[in-house]
């Protein structure tokens, strides 16, 4: 079955009972037990609810996982994964990370004894020598964000297996449709829902995929016991927002690689980061484990008063944090993903004043790019 059709019958999307064309929403918190002295399968919805159970088999399918939990953000997922380990435990990490995981990894997990150590995330060198007695997981993000970084995950897993080390990715920028990591040989997969998987910037949602039952076991239990869950109603957004992402993606990868194209020969650019260009660092490698450039790219309009000329003229990107919805969405890092880091280290990151990313929605291609045009003619 190809992914297209996946995302409308590689899961269960009938309702068992009655056979409705959608997943009910079983909008309860606790279940009547008809034998006080033998509880059934759904006891309390902290614990299973089956409109969220559809979700996470729809998800773990799309992701080519035996096992899926849903959580409530996709920072709650991350924080699930992370709170596996335990006091003593060392972990390796991209630098190049979400922020949100930065800031649980910097302020919380130091407080729990977890050690974390930042490697250059395209060296493979780093990954290996960073490694301790007491490393427990490897942490990858590519592509990157919001220079769109290329980590080669197999070469990552096959270091993390030859020490006995777990790797977890987050897939969120590439999706299932575009990079499978569990086939790759990764342990644990992240999502963030909220992005492309719903993709209509009404949901917050995340998700953790693996195939491992007792890592599944674990995972589960984290959910019941951090309480973290996604509501029932933004499951079921999820689940419909599932079946339209095959063509969702295909065509805001298709303009978003027309968009880069254009934006790489165009003389107000100095940098475009999006690789599905040759010109990319990261571009063999890519090609390799991932099948699109996906629809998220960065370009450098050289100072913040460029930025400003281009943000005021475009008509259509809505001009915001977040990524992966219907509509086109730039994000300025400076002021938004990385306010926080300090500027010498997010200049070695390339993250200038004059860096925006865009994450490309479904809009007409066409009306996109004169859309662009016209805001660089305003520079
Ligand atoms: C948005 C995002 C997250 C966090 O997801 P939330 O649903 O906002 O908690 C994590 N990783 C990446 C790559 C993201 O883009």
Redesign the pocket.
């Known amino acids: 079955m190809k992914f297209g059709t996946k995302t409308l019958h590689g899961y269960n999307m009938l309702a068992p009972d009655t056979g409705a064309s959608s997943i009910s929403i079983c909008q309860a918190s606790t279940f009547h037990q008809k034998d006080i002295n033998n509880l059934q399968k759904y006891i309390y919805s902290r614990f299973g609810n089956p409109t969220r159970e559809a979700l996470e088999e729809a998800i773990a399918s799309l992701e080519e996982g035996k096992y899926g939990v849903a959580f409530a ?6 924080s699930a994964v992370l709170l596996m380990f335990s006091k003593g435990d060392h972990i390796v990490m991209c630098k190049d990370v ?1 922020g ?2 930065f800031q649980l990894v910097s302020e919380t997990l130091p407080r729990f004894g977890i050690e974390v150590t930042f490697v250059d995330e395209t060296n493979l060198e780093e990954w290996e020598s960073a490694i301790q007695p007491n490393t427990k997981a490897f942490y990858i ?1 590519t592509p990157s ?1 919001p220079t769109l970084k290329i980590t080669d995950i197999q070469g990552v897993v096959e270091i993390a297996k030859r020490h006995n080390i777990l790797t977890a990715i ?1 897939n ?2 590439m999706t299932p449709q575009y990079q499978k990591p569990l086939t790759l040989g990764v342990d644990i997969v ?1 999502q ?4 492309f998987l719903n993709g209509h910037s009404d949901v ?3 998700a953790v995929i693996v195939n491992d039952e007792t890592l599944f076991e674990r995972l589960h239990k984290q959910q019941v016991m951090l309480g973290g869950l996604p509501g029932i109603e933004e499951c079921w957004l999820v689940m419909r927002g599932l079946k339209t992402m095959a063509i969702r993606m295909e065509k805001s990868t298709n303009s978003a690689l027309k968009i880069a194209q254009l934006l790489e020969k165009h003389p107000k650019i100095n940098k475009v980061y999006y690789p599905g260009l040759e010109s990319h660092q990261g571009y063999e490698i890519h090609k390799k484990q991932a099948t699109s450039g996906g629809a998220v790219l960065s370009f450098d309009l050289g100072n913040a008063e460029n930025v400003k000329k281009f943000a005021d003229a475009l008509k259509y990107p809505i001009i915001a944090v ?3 919805g219907v509509e086109s969405i730039l994000s300025y890092p400076i002021k938004m993903s990385h306010a926080s880091v300090p500027e010498e280290e997010r200049l070695k990151q390339g993250i200038t004043e004059g860096l925006v990313r865009l994450s490309v929605g479904i809009e007409d291609t066409d009306d996109l790019i004169n859309d662009i045009q016209n805001a660089l003619n305003n520079i």
């Open positions: 953000s996709g920072v709650a997922a991350i979400y949100g995981t993000e964000n987050d969120t920028f992240i963030s829902a909220t992005k917050i949602l995340g977040s990524l992966g």
